[in-house]
């Protein structure tokens, strides 16, 4: 019932998403512009990926179903004559006159399991279809994580288009500027080729970035169900918000929320269940019988009972239960080493957080927008040669620098709260 609803609720959003789908999959060209959001809900609904194991808990809960049914009685005819002989005695007749001398045995057997089998079987095939709902969230948090972290390269590289691209104007403007005054004498060739020589760098790393983020928007349209659909992150990469040093508390959140660390406790359950069945196993089955014998006996019309069972006196299984106790013992070592390992990633983790919030936290929250005013003024002053060209390009080598340094560590920041989201199974707040 609950996969049901989720299924449901999955149909719903989908149908409410029509109108945002429309933007990313009815345009043959121009840029889609987008919420990282609106990315993720897009992400939900039409990844191919997340579609197809949806269908392995479809699946696990027609096992359930199947572990649930009783086996199948069997019925069987047998000892039937197909001529009489000297010796042969004269029966009533079984359809009109035919059957005189015909002789008949049928037989109804039905198995019984006991030890309460079939129950246990079904609490294990129960423990593989949460086992298919919890690998179903493992993949979702992963493929969650790999695209926010394609979703932040992106951003990166749509900040930095618009950062070289922004130089290549300026050096543009600059460069035809200093053809004319190199024409008309004002300048020397050498300073029209140094700026034209800038001029063309800048152009090819914005070529380069480009190159880049065309390739990334295809990795993103990949998670999107998209065909190459060009794209454009609506969200700015500013001032993080910063999250501070919780390490107990998130270690207990991961304990509680990871899928993977679920699943291995459900392996331990699955453990317990196998076992269990292993035991009952020792029980043998029991197979009750009802035959029905037309002149093959005494009796001209014999109906018997039977019952027939086992004898468990060399097989206990002794060995499938032995093998079930070691592999509950490997379950506990892998526990308690998973949850280490998680505590230690989640430490480490934190410790580069609360460096790089504190580098960032050194930066005057104005220094960025003091870098672009500074650069107007600089180019300004260059544009009215109150500056040399030796000046003016180790300050816009020393702004790029600054610029892409601020850049940088913003999304390495925002990078690390991602990887502590997807080590801790949820969204940090």
């Given at each position: 019932?609950?996969?049901?609803?989720?299924?449901?609720?999955?149909?719903?959003?989908?149908?409410?998403?029509?109108?945002?789908?429309?933007?990313?999959?009815?345009?043959?060209?121009?840029?889609?512009?987008?919420?990282?959001?609106?990315?993720?809900?897009?992400?939900?609904?039409?990844?191919?990926?997340?579609?197809?194991?949806?269908?392995?808990?479809?699946?696990?809960?027609?096992?359930?179903?199947?572990?649930?049914?009783?086996?199948?009685?069997?019925?069987?005819?047998?000892?039937?004559?197909?001529?009489?002989?000297?010796?042969?005695?004269?029966?009533?007749?079984?359809?009109?006159?035919?059957?005189?001398?015909?002789?008949?045995?049928?037989?109804?057997?039905?198995?019984?399991?006991?030890?309460?089998?079939?129950?246990?079987?079904?609490?294990?095939?129960?423990?593989?279809?949460?086992?298919?709902?919890?690998?179903?969230?493992?993949l979702l948090r992963n493929l969650k994580y790999d695209l926010r972290t394609q979703c932040l390269e992106l951003q990166i590289l749509q900040e930095k288009e618009r950062l070289y691209t922004n130089q290549v104007d300026i050096f543009n403007t600059l460069a035809q500027s200093y053809q004319n005054q190199w024409k008309e004498g004002n300048v020397s060739e050498m300073d029209y080729l140094r700026i034209q020589s800038e001029s063309i760098a800048f152009g090819n790393k914005l070529n380069e970035i480009q190159q880049e983020k065309i390739a990334k928007m295809n990795a993103v349209a990949a998670y999107l169900g998209a065909k190459g659909k060009a794209l454009f992150i609506a969200d700015t990469l500013g001032t993080p918000a910063f999250i501070g040093t919780r390490q107990h508390e998130w270690k207990i959140m991961a304990l509680d929320n990871r899928s993977d660390y679920k699943i291995i406790h459900n392996e331990s359950k699955k453990g317990k269940a196998q076992l269990e069945i292993e035991k009952a196993e020792r029980i043998p089955n029991l197979e009750v019988s009802v035959n029905y014998d037309r002149g093959g006996n005494?009796?001209?019309?014999?109906?018997?009972?039977?019952?027939?069972?086992?004898?468990?006196?060399?097989?206990?299984?002794?060995?499938?239960?032995?093998?079930?106790?070691?592999?509950?013992?490997?379950?506990?070592?892998?526990?308690?080493?998973?949850?280490?390992?998680?505590?230690?990633?989640?430490?480490?983790?934190?410790?580069?957080?609360?460096?790089?919030?504190?580098?960032?936290?050194?930066?005057?929250?104005?220094?960025?927008?003091?870098?672009?005013?500074?650069?107007?003024?600089?180019?300004?002053?260059?544009?009215?040669?109150?500056?040399?060209?030796?000046?003016?390009?180790?300050?816009i080598n020393n702004y790029m620098e600054n610029k892409e340094s601020i850049l940088e560590r913003r999304a390495k920041y925002l990078q690390y709260r991602e990887e502590l989201s997807y080590l801790i199974g949820k969204d940090i707040v």
């Open positions: 019932m609950e996969i049901q609803n989720k299924v449901r609720k999955i149909h719903i959003a989908l149908v409410l998403l029509l109108g945002l789908n429309s933007k990313l999959f009815a345009q043959d060209v121009g840029e889609n512009r987008l919420q990282k959001s609106e990315i993720e809900q897009v992400f939900l609904s039409h990844n191919l990926t997340l579609m197809a194991q949806r269908f392995h808990i479809q699946q696990a809960e027609a096992a359930v179903l199947q572990a649930k049914l009783w086996p199948n009685p069997k019925f069987s005819i047998g000892e039937i004559n197909l001529w009489k002989n000297s010796s042969s005695e004269e029966l009533p007749p079984l359809i009109g006159k035919y059957g005189r001398y015909q002789q008949l045995e049928m037989e109804l057997e039905q198995t019984i399991e006991l030890a309460g089998k079939r129950k246990k079987r079904v609490q294990l095939q129960l423990l593989e279809k949460e086992n298919s709902q919890l690998q179903f969230e493992e005494i009796m001209r019309d014999f109906i018997g009972l039977g019952v027939a069972m086992d004898l468990p006196l060399f097989n206990r299984n002794q060995g499938n239960i032995k093998i079930a106790k070691l592999e509950l013992e490997k379950n506990k070592v892998e526990i308690e080493q998973f949850r280490i390992d998680i505590e230690r990633e989640i430490d480490f983790l934190s410790a580069r957080l609360s460096n790089l919030e504190s580098s960032l936290k050194a930066t005057d929250n104005g220094f960025d927008g003091k870098l672009d005013v500074a650069l107007e003024r600089y180019v300004r002053n260059f544009q009215q040669q109150r500056l040399t060209i030796v000046e003016f390009i180790d300050f």
